[in-house]
């Protein structure tokens, strides 16, 4: 099969998403709809912006009472719309907005912070980040009726909707959709960008469809030009806080989640220039093309520089490119471009779909638990991590996430020029994402979990960034585990490590956010033949002949 050569044009966007930036807002830490306008309120400067949603033409509401609101971080409306909630240190409060009175007056407190509040009739919801709890209370009595468990450890915000609650967590970069009366975990999803602070309901009053929006606060590096120093540039930091409409699917039949999804351009480029002496004849370079998955789509595929055939190889493509010689003077530009699909992921099994014994199908066994990429697994470090890790465990989902922590406990991130093998590199107590991955691939397979390696690049999480070309700093590789009678689950390997000794989020737990890209599983990425022999890294690797060169380009936004 040869290579689509064809030209990509770009279709019109299926949908206009909607950005919602209040000019001066730094931290918006609670969102709540009413009607065509959105009230926001701003924890660090206390102002309570009202936004219409259709011009973006933006009020403060509290000219006169900011200094009241500084540190607010959660936001609700009464079902009349009439009063608002919002908590506040260890406070609840609510306020009238009729004739924009907003005068606070104190429902109640907790132990500690409270984050965030909804109403629902006479019901009151508080979430505590301290506490790890949503408190519920009377709203008639101010008398607490129960508590439920909060999912995540990160700061959350809430809002209802009918029968539900839903959960913003800005740790965990997750929204949660939760049972109203038990609390129980219908479904979650990943957000596109990292810290999420709170969520709320739109219904469009013409067409009555309803959009989940949710606001983002985070400090954003950038390069500030300086006449005043010595070095003109220098980093700094600077606030960023916007509301963006979250789209998702639950697939309730397949057990996952996708959220938010963008259309992108990746293209993967060899620049041959060897570093020395080299005659290689009758070559084949063959480079792998992204995947189809669950949550990653091809739309088109086309060479760049030079023309390759594609072949099948384990049900995957892969793109060969033939050389009659390769020597130290030979100068070429070829690779791929693909345009993707690509989506936020998130299964959601839980230990019981994971309890029956099933046997691993054909030949999993001897491809996915045996050390055959270098794992150490004879090592004595390796097999007593192995025992340690998963203590009396039996359950295999439980077994993968005391692995993982466990790995998180006793190592922490760190690059280095090349990857060490499992027992060394747990010794040291520093390793890269590579190295991460063979550790976790190590202690899952001596514990008779099928595993394997994935991954190779992220595209850099700037989607506001459209037709700019990005480059992503590290290639990047992941797991997958394999759940008998369901199929694999993803797993970072190592971004949720955030925290010395723990707690660790779950966002990257059996999921993906939208900006991982896969590329080869169970075969080479890149891989070198002469005259129909593969060349061994012994002879010359594919760093001394060329540089590569990997670029993404975010062409639009997708919806579920």
């Not at 030209?7 to 709540?32: E, H, N, V």
């Not at 596109?192 to 009053?205: G, I, N, R, W």
């Not at 998963?390 to 993968?400: F, M, P």
């Not at 690049?457 to 997958?480: A, S």
Request: aromatic residues 12%; hydrophobic residues 35%; charged residues 20%.
């Amino acid at each position: 099969m040869t290579s689509d050569i064809s030209p990509f044009t770009l279709p019109p966007s299926a949908f206009q998403s909607k950005t919602i930036r209040p000019i001066s807002a730094t931290a918006i830490t609670g969102i709540a709809f009413r009607g065509d306008h959105l009230l926001a309120i701003d924890s660090k400067n206390g102002y309570l912006y009202q936004i219409n949603v259709q011009t973006n033409h933006t009020t403060v509401l509290n000219p006169h009472r900011w200094q009241e609101f500084i540190g607010a971080t959660g936001l609700a409306l009464s079902d009349d719309d009439n009063t608002l909630w919002f908590t506040s240190r260890e406070g609840v409060y609510f306020c009238s907005l009729v004739n924009n009175d907003l005068t606070p007056k104190l429902f109640t407190r907790l132990p500690y912070s409270a984050n965030g509040v909804a109403v629902y009739q006479s019901t009151v919801y508080v979430t505590c980040q301290k506490t790890g709890h949503i408190f519920i209370f009377n709203r008639d009595t101010t008398k607490e009726i129960t508590r439920l468990y909060a999912p995540g450890i990160g700061i959350e915000n809430l809002t209802v909707k009918g029968e539900q609650l839903w959960l913003s967590d800005t740790l965990e970069q997750t929204v949660y959709c939760l049972e109203r009366a038990t609390g129980d975990v219908i479904f979650t999803l990943i957000t596109p960008f990292e810290s999420p602070t709170a969520l709320s309901f739109y219904s469009d009053q013409e067409t009555g469809e309803e959009t989940l929006y949710v606001s983002y606060s985070f400090q954003e590096p950038y390069i500030r030009d300086n006449p005043n120093s010595e070095q003109t540039y220098e980093l700094s930091y600077r606030p960023r806080t916007f509301v963006h409409p979250l789209y998702y699917r639950y697939d309730a039949e397949g057990r996952y989640t996708l959220s938010n999804g963008y259309l992108i351009e990746l293209s993967y480029v060899e620049e041959l220039e060897p570093l020395f002496a080299v005659d290689l004849k009758d070559v084949e370079w063959r480079i792998a093309l992204p995947l189809e998955t669950t949550r990653q789509k091809i739309r088109h595929v086309e060479a760049v520089g030079l023309p390759f055939v594609e072949e099948i190889q384990e049900g995957q493509r892969v793109a060969v490119f033939k050389f009659p010689q390769i020597t130290a003077k030979e100068r070429h530009v070829f690779g791929w471009k693909v345009i993707l699909e690509v989506w936020g992921i998130k299964y959601q099994l839980t230990p019981r779909d994971a309890e029956s014994v099933l046997t691993l199908p054909g030949d999993f066994s001897d491809r996915y638990l045996v050390d055959n990429d270098d794992l150490a697994m004879d090592t004595d470090i390796i097999q007593q991590a192995a025992v340690e890790a998963i203590g009396r465990e039996t359950n295999l989902l439980r077994k993968v996430y005391n692995i993982r922590n466990y790995v998180y406990d006793h190592l922490s991130y760190g690059i280095k020029p090349h990857i060490d093998t499992p027992d060394i590199a747990l010794r040291r107590g520093v390793g890269s994402c590579g190295e991460y991955v063979g550790i976790l691939l190590a202690l899952c397979r001596l514990n008779g979990i099928a595993c394997r390696t994935v991954g190779r690049y992220k595209c850099p999480p700037q989607p506001f960034l459209r037709g700019i070309p990005l480059e992503p700093d590290y290639n990047h590789v992941w797991m997958e585990f394999y759940v008998p009678g369901y199929g694999w689950i993803p797993m970072e390997s190592n971004p949720d490590d955030m925290f010395e000794g723990g707690p660790y989020p779950n966002r990257f737990f059996m999921g993906l956010a939208w900006y991982h890209t896969e590329i080869a599983k169970d075969i080479p990425f890149e891989r070198l033949y002469s005259e129909g022999d593969p060349v061994l890294k012994t002879q010359v690797s594919i760093g001394d002949l060329a540089i590569n060169h990997v670029q993404f380009t975010v062409l639009d936004e997708l919806q579920p």
